[in-house]
C-alpha cells in the first residue's frame, strides 16, 4: 500500500454544545490513489467527516492529516487548502444557476491567477472528459441530473487537487447516471492516481470503491476491501 | 472567467432588478446633480451681479433676505468716496419687473449714465440714454434679441414705455439680459429716492483691499463688504438656504439611493446565501465574496449614474427654459458635476452593499449552503 494520504486519528466531533455526537473517535487512514466509500446509517457520522476533510468545519478533538500535513487553521490557508488540495463534490450539485456548465467550471479558477483562455481551455477539457463536451453552453436547469454531477465533478477537478471528496455523488441520481458517474470516478483513480473518499448510503456506489469503511454512530464498525478488478 | 464577468453575468441575470435599482440610483443622481447645478448657477449669477464693470468689491446692506432688498444711502456712497484709497464708487439700483409671461422677473438696473463705462457697460449700438430722461432705456443684447427689440424701438415695462437708445453687452450673462436706465429715473419709479442696491467699489493701485473692505464695514456696520463668491450669503440669506436646501435634498437622495441600493443587494443576499456557502466551500475567500458583491452594486450604481447624468442634462435644459428662471438659471455643466455623480454613486455603493456583503462573508460555508 502506498504512503497514507488522509489520516485520521481519534476523531471527535459534538454539535449543540456537546449533545449530539456525530464522531465518537474515529480513527482511519486512506493510501494515496486509494478510492475508499464511507458508508453506514443516516446519523452515523459520514457527511460530517467529509465536511471536516474538506476543513468546513473543526473538529471538536482528534486531528486530521491531509498529503502529510494536518488541517490548517488560517483563514489564507484555509482557502488555499480548498481550493488547491481538495476537490469537493456535493449530493445536490449546487450549481450556479445563472451560469453555463463551462463557466459553472471555470468559476473554481477565478482568482487563481489562471489566465481567461487557459481556464477556458481547462474547464472545456474537464467538460470533454466528464462526457459534457457537447453542452457546454448549457445552464444547470437544461441539464440532466447526471449531467450536473458531471458538471459538479468536472469543477471540483478544476484546480487539479490531488483529493476528491464526494458526499452521497449518486444520490439523487437513477442508475444509469449513477453508473456513469462511478465509472468516471474509477477512472480517476486509475488514469490519475487521484485518491478518492465517497459517502455514500447505495451498496451498488460502495462496490464501485477499493475498500468500503463502515460508520457506525460516529466510529468505524466494519471494515471491507474490494480491490476492483 | 474573472470576477468581471461574474457581476456582468449575475446583473444580467436579474436584468429587471438591476434595472430598478439602476433607476433608483439614477433618480438620486439625476436629483443631486441638478440641484448642484442649480444652485451654482443661481450663485454664479447672483455673484456675476456684484463682478459687473471693474470693480475689486461691492458694497451691499448687511444680512437681508434678498440682495434686491438691500438699501444703500447716497451719504454712504459719498463716504466710501471719501476715503483715501478708494480711486472710485459708483452706486447702482437693481428692481425686477415683469415685462411678460415669458418674462416674470424682467431687470432693471439704474446706473448714472457718467460711470456706465466704470460699471464695465459698452454700447455696442446707439448711444447711452441722457442723465435725466424718464423714457430711455438701454437693452443687454441678449434681452434685445429675445425680445426683438433694436436701437430706435420701443419697449413697455409694467404700463411704461420708453425708447430705446441702445444696445449694451456686460460681459456678463446677467448683464447681458437686463436694461438700464438712469439711476435717478429707476429711483423715482421705485419710489426709493437717494437709495441704491450696491456699491461698486474701485481701489486706488498698491492699496490693501482689505484694509479697505474693514474700514467701510468699520464705518458703515449696516453694510456688508462682497469679494468673493463666500462673502455672498453675508448680503443674500436667499442664497444661504437655497445651498442649505441643495445640501438636505442632496442627502435625502443618497439616503433614498443607499436604501434602494442596500434593499437589492439584501435581498440579494438572502437569495443567494446558498451560492455564497458554495463559493466558499470551493475555496473563495472572503474578500472574494465581499468583491463579489461590493462588485455587482458598484457596477449598478455606476449605470445608474451615467443615466442620472443623462437625466440630469435633460432636466437641466428643461429647467432653463422655464420662464421664471430666465436670465437667472444659466446652467453650465462642469467636470465637478461628473465627479459629484461619480462621488454619489460611490457613497451609495458603500452605503448600500458593504453591509450585506459583511454579511455574506462572514457565514460560514456549511451554514450557508444548509440555507433554504
Known amino acids: 500500500m502506498s504512503e497514507p494520504d488522509i489520516?485520521?486519528?481519534?476523531?471527535?466531533?459534538?454539535?449543540?454544545?456537546?449533545?449530539?455526537?456525530?464522531?465518537?473517535?474515529?480513527?482511519?487512514?486512506?493510501?494515496q490513489g486509494e478510492f475508499v466509500a464511507v458508508t453506514g446509517p443516516s446519523g452515523c457520522g459520514k457527511s460530517t467527516?467529509?465536511?471536516?476533510?474538506a476543513a468546513l468545519d473543526e473538529p471538536t478533538h482528534g486531528t486530521i492529516a491531509v498529503h502529510g500535513q494536518p488541517l490548517p487553521s488560517q483563514p489564507r490557508q484555509l482557502d488555499h487548502y480548498r481550493r488547491h488540495a481538495v476537490g469537493l463534490v456535493f449530493q445536490l450539485h449546487n450549481l450556479l444557476p445563472n451560469l453555463s456548465a463551462l463557466q459553472n467550471v471555470e468559476i473554481a479558477m477565478i482568482g487563481t491567477g489562471v489566465a481567461r483562455r487557459a481556464q477556458r481551455k481547462r474547464a472545456q477539457q474537464l467538460l470533454d472528459e466528464v462526457g459534457l463536451s457537447g453542452r457546454t453552453t448549457s445552464r444547470p436547469a437544461e441539464l440532466s441530473g447526471g449531467e450536473r454531477q458531471r458538471v459538479a465533478i468536472a469543477r471540483a477537478l478544476a484546480n487539479n487537487p490531488p483529493l476528491l471528496l464526494a458526499d452521497?455523488?449518486?444520490?439523487s441520481l437513477d442508475s444509469e447516471a449513477s453508473t456513469g458517474v462511478l465509472a468516471f470516478l474509477q477512472s480517476l483513480r486509475i488514469e490519475h492516481n487521484m485518491t478518492i473518499l465517497m459517502v455514500t448510503h447505495d451498496p451498488r456506489a460502495a462496490a464501485a470503491a477499493d475498500r468500503t469503511i463502515r460508520l457506525r454512530d460516529g466510529r468505524i464498525d466494519t471494515e471491507a476491501v474490494e480491490v476492483l478488478t | 472567467m474573472n470576477l468581471i464577468d461574474l457581476i456582468r453575468q449575475n446583473l444580467l441575470a436579474r436584468k429587471a432588478r438591476s434595472i430598478l435599482t439602476g433607476l433608483a440610483v439614477a433618480i438620486g443622481v439625476l436629483t443631486i446633480v441638478t440641484l448642484g447645478v442649480l444652485t451654482s448657477s443661481l450663485r454664479g449669477t447672483a455673484l456675476s451681479v456684484l463682478r459687473t464693470g471693474r470693480a475689486d468689491f461691492s458694497v451691499a446692506q448687511e444680512g437681508v433676505s434678498d440682495l434686491l432688498y438691500s438699501a444703500v444711502d447716497t451719504s454712504d456712497l459719498d463716504h466710501v468716496r471719501t476715503?483715501?484709497?478708494?480711486?472710485?464708487?459708483?452706486?447702482?439700483?437693481?428692481?425686477?419687473?415683469?415685462?411678460?409671461?415669458?418674462?416674470?422677473?424682467f431687470l432693471k438696473i439704474g446706473v448714472p449714465p457718467e460711470s456706465l463705462a466704470e460699471f464695465g457697460v459698452k454700447v455696442v449700438d446707439g448711444r447711452a440714454y441722457s442723465s435725466k430722461a424718464?423714457?430711455?432705456?438701454?437693452?443687454?443684447?441678449?434681452?434685445?434679441?429675445?425680445?426683438?427689440?433694436h436701437v430706435g424701438g420701443s419697449i413697455t415695462i409694467e404700463d411704461?414705455?420708453?425708447?430705446?437708445t441702445g444696445i449694451f453687452s456686460t460681459g456678463?450673462?446677467?448683464?447681458?439680459?437686463?436694461?438700464?436706465?438712469?439711476?435717478?429715473?429707476?429711483?423715482?419709479?421705485?419710489?426709493?429716492?437717494g437709495s441704491m442696491t450696491l456699491l461698486f467699489v474701485r481701489i486706488k493701485p498698491g492699496a490693501n483691499i482689505d484694509k479697505v473692505r474693514k474700514q467701510i464695514e468699520s464705518d458703515l456696520p449696516q453694510l456688508a463688504t462682497v469679494r468673493t463668491q463666500s462673502d455672498f450669503g453675508r448680503v443674500d440669506r436667499n442664497l444661504i438656504l437655497i445651498t442649505a436646501a441643495n445640501l438636505g435634498g442632496s442627502v435625502l437622495a443618497l439616503i433614498i439611493g443607499a436604501v434602494g441600493v442596500m434593499n437589492t443587494t439584501l435581498l440579494s443576499f438572502f437569495e443567494r446565501t446558498r451560492e455564497f456557502g458554495v463559493l466558499r466551500a470551493?475555496?473563495?475567500s472572503r474578500m472574494r465574496i465581499v468583491a463579489l458583491v461590493i462588485g455587482e452594486a458598484a457596477m449598478v450604481c455606476l449605470l445608474g449614474a451615467m443615466a442620472g447624468v443623462v437625466l440630469a442634462f435633460g432636466a437641466v435644459r428643461l429647467l432653463a427654459r422655464l420662464p421664471d428662471l430666465l436670465g437667472i438659471f444659466n446652467p453650465t455643466f462642469s467636470a465637478g458635476v461628473f465627479w459629484r455623480a461619480l462621488g454619489f454613486a460611490a457613497l451609495m455603493t458603500l452605503l448600500g452593499a458593504v453591509y450585506p456583503a459583511a454579511r455574506a462573508a462572514r457565514r460560514e460555508p456549511l451554514e450557508a449552503m444548509r440555507h433554504e
Not at chain 1, 467527516?49 to 476533510?53: A, C, G, R, T
Not at chain 2, 411704461?160 to 430705446?164: A, E, N
Open chain 1, 7 to 31: 489520516v485520521v486519528k481519534v476523531l471527535v466531533k459534538d454539535f449543540d454544545h456537546g449533545r449530539i455526537h456525530a464522531l465518537t473517535g474515529l480513527d482511519m487512514e486512506v493510501a
Open chain 2, 172 to 193: 456678463q450673462v446677467f448683464g447681458d439680459t437686463a436694461s438700464m436706465l438712469p439711476l435717478t429715473t429707476l429711483q423715482a419709479e421705485e419710489r426709493k429716492p
Open chain 1, 168 to 171: 452521497e455523488p449518486t444520490g
Open chain 2, 83 to 105: 476715503l483715501p484709497d478708494v480711486e472710485s464708487a459708483i452706486g447702482v439700483l437693481v428692481a425686477v419687473s415683469k415685462l411678460d409671461a415669458n418674462h416674470p422677473l
Open chain 1, 49 to 53: 467527516l467529509i465536511h471536516l476533510l
Open chain 2, 160 to 164: 411704461h414705455t420708453y425708447k430705446v
Open chain 2, 134 to 149: 424718464t423714457n430711455e432705456i438701454m437693452l443687454g443684447y441678449r434681452a434685445a434679441a429675445d425680445l426683438g427689440v
Open chain 2, 282 to 284: 470551493i475555496g473563495w
